[in-house]
């Protein structure tokens, strides 16, 4: 399963490669068991299905847009790239990661 989820944080990297940058306040959920259904994996789907990795965007998208508090993630993990999820998800991923520190308030694009 490990290997798996992997996979799946891996595709979502590939995914916002060129939207992404760490650091930003602007971001975008990516919900990480749908993700996994697109590939495949649906135990994976079952068990991630509403947990969200978040993505740090470059630039601002069109759309809605709502103000969050970056005290909402507390406990996240942060890939080189600019992705974020829980914690939990990046120890059982096992792929090498620092702890997510986001701005005071983070604006979340809904896209």
């Given at each position: ?38 590939l495949g994996f649906k135990t994976l789907h079952k ?51 620092t702890q997510y520190t986001a701005n005071d308030s ?6």
């Open positions: 399963m490990n290997e798996q989820l992997m996979k799946v944080l891996e595709h979502i990297n590939i995914t916002y490669r060129d939207k992404a940058m760490s650091g930003a306040r602007n971001y975008l959920n990516v919900d990480i068991g749908k993700v996994a259904l697109e068990k991630y299905l509403k947990r969200e990795g978040v993505v740090a965007l470059k630039d601002p998208q069109p759309g809605m847009k709502v103000r969050i508090d970056g005290r909402t993630f507390v406990n996240y993990a942060e890939y080189a790239n600019g992705l974020a999820v829980p914690e939990y998800i990046a120890k059982t991923a096992n792929l090498p990661f983070m604006i979340l694009n809904f896209v």
